[in-house]
């Protein structure tokens, strides 16, 4: 079955960067048909959606991170990347890759990693 | 701030039916199909309901969604204490051109 999996520091100091990847297996992201996706949710809070990558290397960010936020693809390990910029306490979050999946209706989200906690702390 | 409206609890005892509300806008809910997730403490999110009214194989058929206008709605009934989770709406939103989410239900099962 399909399963993803977050790696990364779970301390990072502002102003650095938050780099995180995705590692998935049972599925192949070359395939296309899905967009690989990062989302987050602040302790005790809602969602909130970071943005998604197509294995063509085509990404949609959320307007509010869209300054900070890149995502990239790694067709040949399997992988995708999130990049967070200049980070500060605010971004401290568990952070979850997924896949979004798409049909004749619409699209969701049917399959998540574990989540990483990130702790953003001098 | 959530873009979505959810109310931050909802309860009920086992055997009821309880509804976890959600309110949106003509660019997210009003043109576009909801999804609602349960989230189990410390576990991620699980598709539970899709495209308003789908369920995912595995999942009871005490679950089920409508949609209405700027609105949708999860319902369960015969509560069973399992249930007790937080349940999160998403849609995607044609202006910001991104997902978005409720600030999450909490259900308690009495």
């Known amino acids: 079955q399909v399963q993803l999996q977050e790696s990364g520091p779970g301390l990072v100091k502002p102003p650095q960067t938050l780099s995180l990847t995705c590692t998935v297996s049972g599925a192949s992201i070359s395939r296309g048909g899905y967009y690989w996706s990062w989302i987050r949710q602040h302790p005790g809070k809602g969602l909130e959606w970071i943005g998604h990558?197509?294995?063509?290397?085509?990404?949609t960010y959320n307007p509010s991170l869209k300054s900070r936020v890149t995502i990239s693809v790694d067709t040949s390990k399997n992988q995708f990347s999130l990049n967070l910029s200049s980070v500060t306490a605010a971004d401290t979050a568990v952070y979850y890759c997924?896949?979004?999946?798409?049909?004749?209706?619409?699209?969701?989200?049917?399959?998540w990693g574990q989540g990483k906690l990130v702790t953003v702390s001098s | 701030q959530s873009v979505l409206t959810q109310p931050p609890s909802a309860s009920g005892t086992p055997g009821q039916r309880v509804t976890v509300s959600c309110s949106g806008g003509s660019s997210n809910i009003g043109r576009n199909t909801v999804n609602w997730y349960q989230q189990l403490p410390g576990a991620a999110p699980r598709i539970v309901m899709y495209n308003y009214n789908k369920r995912p194989s595995g999942v009871p058929d005490r679950f089920s969604g409508s949609q209405s206008g700027t609105s949708a709605s999860l319902a369960i009934s015969g509560l069973q204490p399992e249930d007790e989770a937080e349940y999160h709406c998403?849609?995607?939103?044609?202006?910001?051109?991104?997902?978005?989410f409720g600030g999450g239900t909490k259900l308690t099962v009495l």
């Open positions: 998403a849609a995607w939103d044609d202006s910001l051109n991104a997902w978005v």
């Open positions: 990558i197509y294995y063509s290397g085509s990404t």
């Open positions: 997924a896949r979004e999946d798409i049909d004749e209706s619409g699209s969701f989200y049917a399959h």
